[in-house]
């Protein structure tokens, strides 16, 4: 196991060579990081986390207990992964066959959440901030800002960068939480700036 001296890497966990853990990263109890896995700066892997070959991970990332990252899959910065969220990686796996070559890529948005249990179908984008409801089966493109949940997930409302719920009125929004304005434009929501 690599020595960091500003990485905490828990004695029960497995960091392959070569990867890339950015500083103040954390990998807890159990975890497996694989060779080539790119880690940024300040992320904290929840015990028993699996980080496949080739996945990129942004800064301040946050991956709760018992979650898989396979190949294909990137997370941008200060996305928050909950307890056992699943992703994959083929869309019509069978043991028998290989199609590692069939990968379908995964992307989660800036300032995303997952929440607990949810299951990401690969192909998808899941846009930033978006925030997915516990236990959903997300199969399509959730949009920035957005607020999907259900099987199949379905987008629902909107959701402000600091993680309140959103009334959209016409084509604006206000949050009541921090003040942050936003636009409505052909079925997306986007920052205003001030």
Known sequence: MPTRPDVFIDPTAVVE???????????????????????????????????????????????????????????????????????????????AISRKHEFQPTRVGRGATLGANSTIVCGVAIGPYAFVGAGAVVTRDVPAYGLAYGNPARLKGWMCACGEGLRVRGVSACCQACGAQYRKRRGALAAVSP
């Not at 294909?72 to 990686?89: I, R």
């Open 17 to 95: 060579e070569p990867c890339d853990i950015g500083e103040g990263s954390k990998i807890w109890h159990f975890s497996h990081v694989m060779p080539h896995a790119v880690i940024g700066r300040g992320c904290i892997l929840g015990q028993n986390v699996f980080i496949a070959s080739k996945v990129t991970i942004g800064d301040r990332v946050k991956i709760q207990n018992n979650v898989s990252v396979y190949t294909g899959v990137t997370l941008e910065d200060e996305v928050f992964c909950g307890p056992s969220v699943v992703f994959t990686n083929v869309i019509n796996p069978r043991s």
